[in-house]
Every structure is written in structure tokens, then in C-alpha cells.
């Protein structure tokens, strides 16, 4: 009896002056209520797929942190069928690749594979998905390998320095622990919680399967029912964390680490969801400030200063909230004149905004630089699937770049004066604190705490 293929519906893409287009594609949904988008596209005979699920770091039980991400990489590590090495040997047969992927709100798992073998490797995945088996063993080495690994990220000052300053920026929000978690909550895990998480959390109502390749739509929406159909468990509906509330601001965090001889430097304070009306203008204004090899950032701190080798600001945009946020280092007798000059630099625009002629240069470095988002079937299925999840629109690609060149000199102005520190930022220093401290003066009070805090 032939299997009945599942209604999809073309879903076609917005014409549009900029010429940049996504191909054409089918929407669907499983029986078990996954969602799936298929887009055509060729020449090359192989195909991109990408399952996002709504569980990231986000929905880490309390004192689980890291939970979500250790759940999604153990997944590939044995079935109630197959073995780690019979799965392994089945993807590495037909040359395809298999990949997972973590941050606060998604969990995504990648497939890129011959197009031939699309049917096998999408079985594969749904299996991998459905039924993970966690064996014993499998999560106890993957836990020996990440304590292993918490413990050797306290010889590398930036990874410290970057969790320090998210601990501090988030405080007790849901986005307020590292993605991998900690060794304290890490060395607690067993294979129950896993099993518990994954029955729990990941299911076929918070997941999206997308699928860009030489692949007819048709036949992704049949092969996904058959792959995907028996899902069961999950939640009805993605939960969706509280409101980001007052991000930290005002306080001076230095993590004391005395063999350094470089300060690891990084400010911050409010910013915005993703998908926020105030993207496009802040994008080419930060693009300006520091988001640029060209930026005033770079020239200013490194060209004209020699203070560091790199300096960027960025925004940082989550479901419910973000940051602006500048990541740099100097040498340690010259931390407090590289966070004078810094925050005299973000001042300046915070004042005055960015001329007309820096606005167009930006606009036309952001509108060159994005088409490269959509050059594979990879990014093409990850970008496909983020304007879903994040509810950004389906024109978003195709309305860039008239958006981005629809930017005025006054809104790049407008969003500088809200989002670049108009109130002291927060500053997260890792460094040797007896060299760091004395320079501080007049910035605030200040706490140390030692590297260790942070493993």
C-alpha cells in the first residue's frame, strides 16, 4: 500500500529591488505535528537538513545547568537499535555529516548528506531523535570529558572572562548560566535526568525540520512522516522565558587570575530581542562604532593606540532580551586607559550619532556581507528555519537590504542614545587583580573573585 504523502503548501518568496531570494518553499506538517519546510535547489546533488528544537540552556532544570546541551549531544551516542559505532559507521558510509548545536533557546541537530541517501540519512535522524538509548557508559565518559574540559578552560582568560561577564549580566535569568553549564552541576548529572529531559523537553510540536537541497518537496514531506510521524512527547508549546527584566549595570566585576600579564576587558548593558524593530538602524550604527575592521573602535584603540590586537562591539540578541556589549583585552598596566578610551569612543556616538557618510558606507558593507547567509543549502536551511523560530518573517531576506538602506542618520542616532550605555555599563575585568584594582579609581566600587568561581 502506498504511503499517503502529507499536504504541503508553496510558500513563495517576495520579489524584491535587492534581487536577493530564497527559493521557493513547501511548508508541512507530520502527524505528530512537526513542522517542515522544503526548498528545491541545485546544482550540486546534495542536500542540507536542520531540526531545531525550543529546548535550549533556557529550560535547564535550576541545578542542571548545561542539561540541554549534554541531552542533545548524547543523542548520537547509541539508540534502542543501533550503537554509537554502528551510527557513526552508517553516516560516515554514505558521506554524510551529522552535527549538534546548543545555545539559550535552541537545541539543533545538522545533517548534510548526498542527495541519493537523503531518505536513510533522514531516518537516521528521526531515530536518533525518537529513541535515544543514553547508555550508561556513553554519558559517563561524555561527563569525565567535560568536567576534563571545564577544568582546562581555566588556562584560556577569554572563556573565563566570557562567562564571568554573562553570570554577571544575566544574574538568576534563565540566559544567566554558560550554555555547557558548570563542573558543580555537570559532575551531578545521570542518565535519568537525561531520559527525563528529553522526554520532557524535546518533542514534535517545538521543532522545526528544515530541508534545502536537490530534493523534491514532495518526497521531504513523505520521507519526514515516515521519519518523524511516531514523535511523541514534548511540550504542547515552546516555554518561553520570563521577561530579560534589568539587565546589570553599574558594578565593576574583577576576576582575579595572577599569572596574567593581559586584562581580559568586556562592558555591557541592555539591548533588544531578536527580530526588534530597532535591528536594522542599530546594526549599521554598531557597524560604525565597532562592529568593523574599519570601525572607530578598531582605529581608535588599536591603530591609533596600540592598546590591543582586536576590539568589537555587538549586539546579542535572544527570544526575549539582549545586550550591547563590547569584548577586548590590553595589557595590564593599560586596562583603565583602554576602558577610558573605549567608553570615550562609545560616548562620542552616544552623543552625536554616526555621520550620513558612515551610514552609507555601512549600509553597503551589511547589504554585500549578507548575501554570503544564503550561498549553501546549509545556511539557507538555517536561515530558513531562524526566520521561523524567531518569527522574523518570511521576507526577511528578500526586504534586508531594502530596510537596511531605508536606515536615516536620525534613527542610527536615536538608537545610540538607547542602547549605548546611557547608563554606566557593566564592566567584567579578568586579569591579575593586585595590577588591575589600584587602576580603577572613580569608576566605582568593585568586587574580586577569583578565576576559580568559574569552572
Do not use: C
Not at 541537530?109 to 543514553?134: I, K
Not at 540566559?175 to 520532557?200: K, N, P
Not at 517545538?206 to 523534491?216: D, F, I, K, R, T
Not at 516555554?239 to 527584566?245: F, N, S, Y
Amino acid at each position: 500500500m502506498a504511503t499517503k504523502r502529507p499536504k504541503s503548501v508553496a510558500v513563495k518568496a517576495a520579489s524584491a529591488t535587492s534581487g536577493l531570494m530564497l527559493p521557493t518553499f513547501h511548508e508541512s506538517t507530520t502527524s505528530s505535528g512537526l513542522t517542515v519546510l522544503a526548498a528545491q535547489r541545485g546544482p550540486l546533488p546534495l542536500v542540507a537538513v536542520r531540526l531545531a528544537v525550543r529546548a535550549g540552556s533556557a529550560v535547564d532544570p535550576q541545578d542542571k545547568h548545561g542539561l540541554a546541551d549534554f541531552t542533545a549531544r548524547l543523542m548520537r551516542r547509541g539508540t534502542a537499535r543501533q550503537s554509537a559505532d554502528e551510527i557513526d559507521e552508517a553516516i560516515e558510509f554514505v558521506g554524510a555529516s551529522f552535527a549538534v548545536g546548543s545555545n539559550e533557546d535552541l537545541l539543533s541537530f545538522y545533517v548534510t548528506t548526498p542527495a541519493e541517501h537523503f531518505p536513510a540519512m533522514l531516518s537516521l535522524l528521526g531515530e536518533l531523535v525518537r529513541e535515544p538509548s543514553f547508555p550508561e557508559r556513553e554519558v559517563e565518559l561524555a561527563r569525565e570529558r567535560a568536567l576534563a574540559g571545564f577544568a582546562n578552560d581555566l588556562d584560556d582568560p577569554s572563556v573565563i572572562a566570557d562567562r564571568a561577564f554573562t553570570r554577571a549580566l544575566w544574574g538568576k535569568h534563565p540566559y544567566g548560566h554558560d550554555v555547557g553549564g558548570s563542573t558543580a552541576h555537570v559532575r551531578t548529572f545521570t542518565r535519568e535526568d537525561l531520559v527525563r529531559f528529553h522526554r520532557e523537553r524535546l518533542g514534535p510540536k517545538v521543532a522545526l525540520l528544515s530541508v534545502v537541497g536537490a530534493v523534491e518537496p514532495g518526497l521531504v514531506a513523505e520521507e519526514a512522516e515516515k521519519a518523524f510521524g511516531a514523535w511523541k512527547g514534548g511540550p504542547d508549546k515552546p516555554e518561553q522565558p520570563p521577561a530579560a527584566g534589568k539587565i546589570a549595570s553599574g558594578r565593576i566585576l574583577l576576576v582575579d587570575k595572577p599569572d596574567q600579564t593581559q586584562t581580559q576587558v568586556r562592558l555591557g548593558g541592555p539591548g533588544f530581542r531578536m527580530g526588534h524593530e530597532d535591528y536594522f538602524p542599530s546594526a549599521a550604527m554598531n557597524n560604525v562604532l565597532g562592529g568593523g575592521f574599519t570601525s572607530r573602535l578598531v582605529n581608535e584603540v588599536r591603530v591609533e593606540r596600540g592598546l590591543t590586537y582586536g576590539i568589537n562591539s555587538y549586539f546579542d540578541m535572544l527570544n526575549v532580551g539582549g545586550v550591547f556589549a563590547i569584548s577586548t583585552f590590553t595589557q595590564t598596566e593599560r586596562t583603565r586607559e583602554m576602558l577610558d578610551v573605549s567608553l570615550a569612543e562609545v560616548a562620542k556616538v552616544r552623543e552625536s550619532g554616526i555621520s550620513a557618510a558612515e551610514l552609507k558606507k555601512a549600509q553597503r558593507y551589511l547589504a554585500g556581507l549578507y548575501p554570503l547567509r544564503t550561498e549553501t543549502n546549509e545556511s539557507v536551511a538555517s536561515v530558513i528555519g531562524d526566520i521561523r523560530v524567531h518569527g522574523l518573517g518570511d521576507d526577511w531576506v528578500e526586504k534586508f537590504r531594502e530596510r537596511l538602506f531605508a536606515v536615516k542618520p536620525k534613527q542610527t542616532q536615536e538608537v545610540a542614545a538607547k542602547y549605548l550605555f546611557a547608563k554606566a555599563p557593566l564592566i567584567v575585568l579578568l586579569g591579575k587583580a593586585s595590577a588591575v584594582k589600584k587602576q580603577l579609581k572613580g569608576l566605582g566600587s568593585v568586587t574580586v573573585v577569583p578565576a576559580s568561581d568559574y569552572e
